[in-house]
């Protein structure tokens, strides 16, 4: 009894004395965020760490758990992102490329969220002893103030593939003759018209980044100036304090997005959001998942854009087409529909990860959110992908190219197409072998996603914020990555050697007159 005491009481201070207090700080508004913030708070919390979480979507309770709830701002975001139904995608497709109304939205959203009454009083009066933050990354780096104002080290949480924008904070971002801004809808290799616009869009989004500095700062310095002055902190400025994180964290792997170059403190975790366990079903489509003869095809068009807001006409239409399919048709969809077929269901809700699964489950049409795809990939499920906006059209784009997938655009017409779309994927087997050899390679890790996370959260700590990671890229100007000083030496060198070779001409000339003359005379 005496040795099973200590052995419990020794577990117990283990698990004590390797727990770390962090701070998540996930405010966007945004379902899909919110699952990644959840992921990232489930593995920690399964590695037994102490975790304050900013969120506007709160999970379930935890001992070790405490939460901040920023919801109250869904309101403001829906109204400033200026996109809530189909009809709007018209224009905001156009919004999204623009990086000047991308970096202004998000820069203006997160500031409003800390200036919020109770992220105010947390960074004012909150008395705990942080040992790290993880930082979601959105277009902005804003948020980097909380780890400022507790003076912590901080992890970046990038939620997308790789980025130029986030590459800079860490490193140096890659040529644009291969690596393309990740809502191009182009893949590499690059035509020439291809490298050119890229090159533009590079271009364009430093210019748009450094044009923000200045209201940055002023919103910086207003926001998180009163808390650091109460904790007797000099705030930094944030052009200085964006380059101070120790990692980032991106949303990628390669079999998903492209087998970049990176540097060694960006650690690729993609898929860190699915859950290792896979979650029963609800008993209700649990049933409807074993009793698909034919199997299950599941219709999901993400979180962003209610897909109850898709026209009348183009609903029915989906009916139609799904009335005429063998297969049970699962539609998530937030209402009811009248005179719905019997192989088709709606749920206002879906257990997404759970419902591809499924043995039973053949097919996923989707709007190819870079989460969907992720999941599909892991459970070896095929694609007919309708892209929305932003990253959608790209990740499609790819997920066609390695032939787990086919893509439609989104129109009058789309019906039509799918219909032929899904019967190709159904009829035609190369496309599930194909996903199921990339599921292969998407599972086949050195280290579980969750895993590394976790190791990388404690390395930081445990090394004092990782310095020997840095890239000596962040302390080199930008003229002399560019060589621009050697290119002014060589290009000085080469006119004061003209301006030479000029003036011994003239002096050679010169004399050469000269002795013609003393010659006539």
């Not at 898929?271 to 609800?282: A, C, M, N, Q, S």
């Not at 893509?407 to 039509?416: H, I, V």
């Amino acid at each position: 009894m005496n040795k099973l005491t200590f052995l419990l009481v020794s577990v117990i201070l283990v698990n004590y004395v390797c727990s770390y207090n962090l701070l998540l700080v996930f405010p966007h508004p945004g379902r899909s965020h919110a699952i990644l913030g959840a992921g990232y708070v489930r593995h920690l919390l399964n590695a037994g760490h102490e975790i304050t979480y900013i969120t506007p979507v709160p999970i379930d309770p935890h001992p070790k758990l405490k939460q901040i709830d920023v919801s109250s701002h869904f309101a403001a975001f829906e109204k400033e992102l200026k996109v809530t139904n189909y009809e709007s995608l018209k224009t905001f497709g156009d919004d999204v490329r623009n990086s000047e109304y991308l970096y202004n939205l998000l820069l203006d959203l997160q500031n409003k969220c800390v200036s919020d009454e109770n992220i105010q009083k947390f960074l004012k009066e909150n008395n705990e002893k942080f040992d790290l933050a993880i930082i979601q990354w959105l277009y902005s780096e804003f948020n980097s103030g909380f780890a400022a104002v507790f003076n912590i080290p901080y992890i970046w949480a990038s939620s997308f593939e790789v980025h130029p924008a986030i590459l800079s904070l860490i490193d140096e971002p890659q040529s644009p003759a291969y690596f393309r801004d990740h809502i191009s809808p182009v893949t590499p290799p690059l035509t020439f018209i291809e490298r050119a616009n890229e090159l533009w869009l590079l271009i364009q989004l430093f210019l748009t980044r450094r044009g923000l500095t200045d209201k940055s700062e002023k919103a910086f310095s207003k926001a998180y100036g009163p808390a650091a002055d109460k904790r007797g902190i000099t705030l930094p400025t944030l052009e200085e304090f964006k380059y101070k994180s120790s990692l980032v964290f991106g949303n990628s792997y390669p079999i998903v997005g492209e087998a970049y170059k990176l540097p060694q403190n960006y650690i690729p975790v993609g898929g860190f959001h699915i859950e290792e366990k896979v979650k029963p079903l609800p008993e209700k489509i649990q049933k409807i998942m074993d009793e698909s003869e034919n199997g299950v095809i599941y219709f999901s068009m993400g979180t962003v854009i209610k897909a109850k807001t898709m026209p009348i006409k183009m609903k029915m239409d989906l009916l139609k087409v799904f009335r005429e399919l063998k297969q049970t048709v699962i539609w998530k969809l937030e209402e009811d529909l009248p005179d719905m077929p019997e192989n088709v269901h709606i749920l206002k809700w879906a257990p997404q990860q759970s419902i591809l699964a499924h043995p039973n489950c053949k097919l996923l049409v989707s709007h190819g959110g870079l989460l969907s795809i992720s999941e599909a990939l892991h459970y070896g499920v095929p694609i007919v992908g309708i892209p929305l906006f932003a990253d959608h059209h790209v990740n499609m784009i790819r997920a066609v190219k390695r032939g787990f997938a086919l893509q439609l655009d989104l129109s009058g017409e789309m019906t039509e197409k799918l219909k032929i779309a899904i019967h190709e994927m159904l009829s035609n087997p190369k496309y599930r072998e194909k996903v199921k050899d990339f599921s292969f390679i998407y599972r086949h890790r050195p280290l579980k996603p969750g895993a590394a996370i976790v190791h990388w959260v404690e390395h930081v700590i445990k090394t004092k914020g990782a310095p020997h990671l840095r890239s000596p890229a962040l302390y080199v100007p930008l003229y002399q990555k560019l060589y621009l000083d050697l290119i002014a030496l060589l290009i000085t060198g080469i006119l004061a050697l003209v301006g030479l070779l000029k003036k011994m001409l003239g002096y050679l000339r010169k004399n050469r007159k000269n002795i013609k003359v003393k010659k006539n005379k």
